[in-house]
């Protein structure tokens, strides 16, 4: 494939049908995205899948004003599922989800330069404040990380988000092994008049660098 003169992608390259170090821009919805096309180091733990609500180890639990959590199996983006929940009419501040016995999984190495990663579903944006997410060896012992834009730096949107949370400077609460992670956290901020809204979604929380 040729653009500009350039050959993109050709089917005779030894890793298989990648151009390598090529850059590229694309233009989609008024987002501008830059596109490297090239061999990286992609070194990857998976803290959950959350296709069920104890798939993971442990039991994914409600988290404070959440309600109606079910596993969902026609709306994900990863595996087989993703975990549904409704906000009640409670008028707290937080919503969201929680495990504190999941599968033991070693984040040392990305603590200094990684990143998670979660898709985050948003059935509305209105007051809506940020997310906010919790890696540790128990509920006393965690990172806690903040975002108030998707992984693109864009507003929330209505339907799939993708949220990314730099590891390097965290806010801690006792002293997380990062070696045994057993702990996840995800939820958000909201204000308190954001209430009885339905089908909110997580799935596929994962640690990458490279």
């Not at 990863?78 to 906000?87: A, E, H, L, T």
Request: proline share 1%; net charge negative.
């Amino acid at each position: 494939f040729t653009m500009y003169g350039q050959k993109l992608f050709t089917s005779d390259h030894p890793t298989g049908n990648i151009g390598a170090n090529l850059v590229a821009f694309s233009d989609d919805d008024l987002v501008r995205k830059l596109k490297l096309s090239t061999i990286v180091s992609d070194n990857t733990v998976v803290i959950g899948n959350l296709d069920t609500l104890t798939g993971d180890g442990g039991t994914w639990t409600l988290f404070g004003d959440g309600t109606n959590l079910t596993s969902d199996t026609d709306n994900y983006i990863k595996g087989s599922g993703s975990i549904n929940w409704d906000i009640s009419s409670a008028g707290g501040t937080t919503v969201g989800i929680y495990n504190s016995g999941l599968n033991s999984q070693d984040i040392s190495n990305h603590i200094a330069n990684g990143s998670a990663f979660i898709w985050a579903y948003v059935t509305s944006t209105t007051n809506l404040t940020n997310y906010i997410l919790r890696l540790g060896s128990s509920t006393t012992a965690y990172h806690q990380y903040t975002v108030t834009t998707n992984a693109q730096g864009n507003a929330f949107e209505t339907g799939w988000n993708l949220l990314r949370f730099d590891l390097q400077s965290p806010t801690d609460t006792g002293t997380p092994v990062n070696t045994a992670i057993t702990y996840a956290a995800i939820y958000m901020t909201k204000a308190a008049a954001k209430v009885s809204e339905t089908d909110y979604r997580f799935d596929w929380i994962c640690v990458k660098k490279g």
